[in-house]
């Protein structure tokens, strides 16, 4: 529901390759990207910078996670 909610406010989807996903990515291709599918040394998002794709990364994520645990 989150997906569809963020598209209908002009939102761009980057997607992971879950069922769901793909079905919406069918649908609205205009709205969303399954990450998977993305080189991001050469994809821009609209309403995006750079900066925000990179903290998209489950590195990222994870290392965000583990300076929590670590606290």
């Known amino acids: 529901m989150s997906v569809i ?5 002009g939102c761009y989807a980057l997607l992971s390759n879950i069922p769901p996903h793909k079905e919406f990515l069918d649908n609205n291709p205009e709205c969303a990207s399954l990450i998977d599918k993305i080189d991001f040394n050469s994809f821009s998002v609209p309403k995006l910078n750079s900066k925000s794709i990179v903290n998209l990364s489950a590195k990222f994520m994870a290392d965000k996670y583990m300076e929590i645990y670590s606290d």
Not at 5 to 9: D, F, G, H, I, K
Request: aromatic share 0%; proline share 0%.
């Open 5 to 9: 909610e963020a598209a209908s406010c």
